[in-house]
Structures are given as structure tokens and as C-alpha cells.
């Protein structure tokens, strides 16, 4: 199987594996629609994540590629962690939660995955800082 070159941010599975729509489908009715600062915290950490992908794909090193990556593992964290609050005052039901930490859980994985892939491929003392 050949594999297709990534020329783009948008050939990226990982920037592709996006839980955006979701999280916006999922805000836009119920209670969670009514709290508008959980609302509006979980989509702009949904946002931050393909965003900072994106932008550190167009940037000129590796090095910033990486810095964005984090940002974006760290934003998927986030999104973890607001799920589990709209789960625990009841804005969410238990299947909807899982399903959407299943796939930000994922998604944080792939771009532990990625950034390991970065990691190993660069010389020594450029990967990390």
C-alpha cells in the first residue's frame, strides 16, 4: 500500500480525525446550549486543535511544527477534561460522553504519534524546547 504524500495540512489524518462538528452539534441544543461559558470554552478548545495543526504545518521548522502539535495535544486535554464537566452536572448523558472522549482521546494519541515521529526524526537537542 502505498502512501500518499502529504503536501497539505489538510492530507494530515490527524488534522482530517477533527472532533469539530460534533462538539458543535452537540452544544447547540440542550442545557449545554445555555451555559455559555462551558459552551464556548469546549468549542474553542475543539477549534484550537485542527487550528494549531494547521498552522504549525504552514510554519518554516520543525521545531514550531512541533511547538503547534503540543498545543494542540494540550487543547484535546482540555477538551477531556470540559466533556467530563458537562458530564458530571448532567449537561451530557453517559454514551455521549464516552463517544466524544473516545474520539478526542484518540485524537490526542495520534498527535502523540506524530509528535514522536517528529521527535525521532530530528537531530539531537532540536526536538524538544
Same mark, same amino acid.
Given at each position: 500500500m502505498e502512501r500518499k504524500k502529504i503536501e497539505t495540512f489538510e492530507d494530515l489524518k490527524v488534522w482530517q480525525k477533527g472532533i469539530v462538528k460534533q462538539i458543535y452539534l452537540r452544544t447547540k441544543e440542550g442545557k449545554l446550549s445555555r451555559d455559555f461559558g462551558l459552551r464556548d470554552q469546549l468549542r474553542r478548545a475543539t477549534v484550537s486543535i485542527p487550528t494549531n495543526i494547521a498552522e504549525g504545518f504552514e510554519r518554516y521548522s520543525r521545531k514550531e511544527y512541533l511547538n503547534f502539535l503540543n498545543i494542540a495535544k494540550g487543547s484535546a486535554g482540555e477538551v477531556r477534561? &470540559?466533556? =467530563?464537566?458537562?458530564?458530571?452536572?448532567?449537561?451530557?448523558?453517559?454514551?455521549t460522553y464516552t463517544q466524544l472522549?473516545?474520539?478526542?482521546?484518540? &485524537?490526542? =494519541?495520534?498527535?502523540?504519534?506524530?509528535?514522536?515521529s517528529i521527535n525521532q526524526s530530528m537531530p539531537f537537542g532540536q526536538g524538544k524546547g
Amino acid at each position: 500500500m502505498e502512501r500518499k504524500k502529504i503536501e497539505t495540512f489538510e492530507d494530515l489524518k490527524v488534522w482530517q480525525k477533527g472532533i469539530v462538528k460534533q462538539i458543535y452539534l452537540r452544544t447547540k441544543e440542550g442545557k449545554l446550549s445555555r451555559d455559555f461559558g462551558l459552551r464556548d470554552q469546549l468549542r474553542r478548545a475543539t477549534v484550537s486543535i485542527p487550528t494549531n495543526i494547521a498552522e504549525g504545518f504552514e510554519r518554516y521548522s520543525r521545531k514550531e511544527y512541533l511547538n503547534f502539535l503540543n498545543i494542540a495535544k494540550g487543547s484535546a486535554g482540555e477538551v477531556r477534561s &470540559l466533556l =467530563r464537566v458537562a458530564l458530571e452536572v448532567g449537561y451530557l448523558d453517559q454514551p455521549t460522553y464516552t463517544q466524544l472522549s473516545n474520539q478526542a482521546m484518540e &485524537l490526542s =494519541r495520534m498527535l502523540s504519534n506524530q509528535i514522536q515521529s517528529i521527535n525521532q526524526s530530528m537531530p539531537f537537542g532540536q526536538g524538544k524546547g
